[in-house]
Structure formats: C-alpha cells, structure tokens
Nanobody
Framework: VQVVESGGGLVQSGGSLRLSCVVS????????IAWYRQAPGNQREWVAT???????NYADSVKDRFTISRNNAENTVYLQMNRLKPEDTAVYYC??????????????WGQGTQVTVSS
C-alpha cells in the first residue's frame, strides 16, 4: 500500500490550495483517511478526518476554512484549504486506515507535502 500526497506549494495569506492524497496497492477496503500537519519545531497535529461514509471532523483551527472530501472510486482524498494563514505553514501528511489483501488492517502514512503561506 502506498499513500502519496500532492498539491502543496507557496501561497500568499488569504489564498487557497487543494491537497490530494492517493491510496494505491492491493486494497480490500479503505476506512478513515486523515490529514495531519507538522510545522518546524512542533509536534504533528491532526487537521481533519473523513470516514468511509463521508462523515467529517475538523480541528478547531481549520474549521470553516478547510474542507475534506473523498472520491472512493479513485481512492483519493482532497483537502481544500481556503483563507490560508501563515500559521498554516507546515508539511501536510495523509494517513489512511487500510485493509489490504495481504496484511492486517493498519495505518499508512504518506511522505508529506509542504505548504508555505507568506504574510
């Protein structure tokens, strides 16, 4: 199983970015998929989660600015980030709860994608 994020970049404060997370491999089922972020010197923090029935939850710091969605047919999750702030600057990671054909259900991490918001 592989988890690959994309879509990061440099954006001005108030701007928008859309991150993508693609889960691939010999997959039997994908359950919760979550976004986390880690800024330099900080611990990794949870941002948002979407369940396999599209139920969503958000950290208070991003609620009403970020939207998580998923396309189950393409095993892809998106994070639409609007009204970005400099404090949103971080490496964003995708975490997928996956049942693969060959292993027990477990969590997989992607390599991360950098988001930088300039003031």
């Amino acid at each position: 199983v592989q988890v690959v994020e994309s879509g990061g970049g440099l954006v001005q404060s108030g701007g928008s970015l859309r991150l993508s997370c693609v889960v691939s491999g010999t997959i039997t089922g994908i359950y919760d998929i979550a976004w986390y972020r880690q800024a330099p010197g900080n611990q990794r923090e949870w941002v948002a989660t979407i369940g396999n029935r599209n139920e969503t939850n958000y950290a208070d710091s991003v609620k009403d600015r970020f939207t998580i969605s998923r396309n189950n047919a393409e095993n892809t999750v998106y994070l639409q980030m609007n009204r970005l702030k400099p404090e949103d600057t971080a490496v964003y990671y995708c975490n997928a709860d996956v049942l693969s054909t060959w292993t027990m259900r477990k969590n997989y991490w992607g390599q991360g994608t950098q988001v930088t918001v300039s003031s």
